[in-house]
C-alpha cells in the first residue's frame, strides 16, 4: 500500500521531522494535528505508554477512527491490521509475543469491544489482566492500546483507571465526526479521577482543544475495516448461537433436576414434614426444602405442592390396593 495521503502528505508527520505549517492548514487543522503527534511524541521520544478508551454509539465511527489513528501512529500498523484490532484477551497476548520479539516501539493495537458481551464483567477482568501484563512486559517499548466500546462505563473501574486519555465520538452525517478529548489522571490517594481539557502548545502559545472535526478515513482503510468485520461478525453469530444451544440445554437440565428433587421430597417425606402431618395428610415445610437444596422460595413452594400431591397420590394408590385385596378375601 502506498503512504496514505489525505492532505499534503499528512501521513508524514508520524515521524516527527515534518513540520505543520508548510502544509497550508487552517488554524483548527494545526491544532488538531499538534494533538495527535503530540501523543506520538509522548510515546516515542518521552517514552511513556498511552491508554485510551474511544466511545460513542453504534456506527459513531468510534473504531474506524482508531483504526486510522492506528495508521498514522504507527508504520507498521498497516501491515498487521488484521492483527493489530483485537477481539480476544488470546489474540491480545498472542499479538504481544509479535511485537516484543519484533522489538517494536510505539505499536498500537486496538481492543475493538464491539459485539462483545458488554454484561459479562469476567470479559472486563481478563482484559484488565491483560493489559496490566502488556504495560509491565511491553513497558519498555511503550505500546499505544486503544479501547472502544460504546460507554465508557460498561468498562469497569480497575480497567477504566489505568487510561491516559479518553475520546468521545459522535457523528451527524457520513463526511465527518466529532471527537472530543479529555486527559484522565486518577489520583490514587484521593481516589478520585480528574478529567481536562488537553493543552496544545503551538508557537509558543497554549490552546485548550474543545473537539476535532475528523473527516472521514481513506476508503481503503474503510474496506479492510469493514472486512474484518464481516468476519468478527460471523464469528460472534456462532458464538451466539452456541450460548443459545448451551442455555437450552443446561435450562432441560435444571428441569430434570427439578423432578428429581421432587421425587426425592416425595419419598423422604419424613424429613421435610412439618409436626402438623398426619398418617393421610402430610405437610410439607417449605423453608427445609429451600435451605436443604438452596432454591428460591417460590420455587422450593412449587417443589412442597408437587411433593405432597405426589404422596396423596401413592396414598390413595395404596389404599385402593388394599379396599381391592380386603373385597378379594
Known amino acids: 500500500m502506498e503512504p496514505i495521503k489525505w492532505k499534503a502528505n499528512a501521513h508524514a508527520w508520524h515521524t516527527d521531522r515534518i513540520g505543520l505549517a508548510q502544509y497550508g492548514y487552517t488554524q483548527q487543522e494545526v491544532v488538531a494535528l499538534a494533538y495527535f503527534q503530540s501523543i506520538r511524541r509522548e510515546v516515542v521520544q518521552n517514552n511513556f505508554t498511552w491508554l485510551c478508551s474511544i466511545s460513542g454509539r453504534h456506527r459513531s465511527g468510534k473504531s474506524l477512527t482508531a483504526a486510522t489513528l492506528g495508521v498514522l501512529w504507527d508504520t507498521t500498523f498497516w501491515d498487521n491490521f488484521e492483527r493489530r484490532i483485537i477481539y480476544s484477551p488470546k489474540d491480545f497476548m498472542t499479538e504481544l509475543k509479535t511485537i516484543r520479539t519484533r522489538r517494536i516501539k510505539g505499536a498500537v493495537m486496538l481492543i475493538d469491544e464491539s459485539g462483545s458481551t458488554v454484561s459479562s464483567m469476567d470479559w472486563y477482568e481478563r482484559w484488565q489482566k491483560a493489559i ?7 513497558g519498555y517499548l511503550n505500546p499505544i492500546i486503544l479501547f472502544a466500546a460504546p460507554v465508557r462505563d460498561f468498562v ?72 474484518l468485520e464481516r468476519l468478527e461478525k460471523d464469528k460472534l ?93
Open 237 to 329: 453469530l456462532e458464538q451466539f448461537q452456541k450460548e443459545v444451544d448451551n442455555s437450552e440445554a443446561a435450562g432441560a437440565k435444571k428441569t430434570l433436576d427439578l423432578e428429581e428433587v421432587i421425587k426425592h421430597v416425595a419419598a423422604n417425606h419424613e424429613l421435610y414434614q412439618t409436626k402438623r402431618s398426619i398418617p393421610g395428610n402430610i405437610i410439607l415445610d417449605a423453608r427445609s426444602i429451600r435451605f436443604k437444596f438452596n432454591m428460591a422460595a417460590d420455587l422450593s413452594q412449587h417443589v412442597k405442592n408437587q411433593a405432597e400431591r405426589m404422596i396423596k397420590e401413592k396414598d390413595a394408590l395404596t389404599l385402593d390396593l388394599i379396599n381391592d385385596k380386603q373385597e378379594g378375601d
Open 132 to 138: 496490566t501484563k502488556a504495560t509491565i512486559v511491553l
Open 156 to 227: 469497569n473501574s480497575p480497567l477504566r483507571k489505568m487510561f491516559h486519555a479518553h475520546i468521545d465520538v459522535s457523528r451527524f452525517n457520513r463526511e465527518y465526526c466529532i471527537l472530543k478529548p479529555y486527559d484522565i489522571k486518577y489520583n490514587a490517594i484521593l481516589k478520585k479521577t480528574f478529567w481536562k481539557k488537553p493543552i496544545i502548545k503551538i508557537a509558543g502559545q497554549k490552546i485548550t482543544l474543545d473537539k476535532i472535526r475528523f473527516g472521514q478515513p481513506p476508503q481503503e482503510i474503510i474496506d479492510r475495516y469493514e472486512a
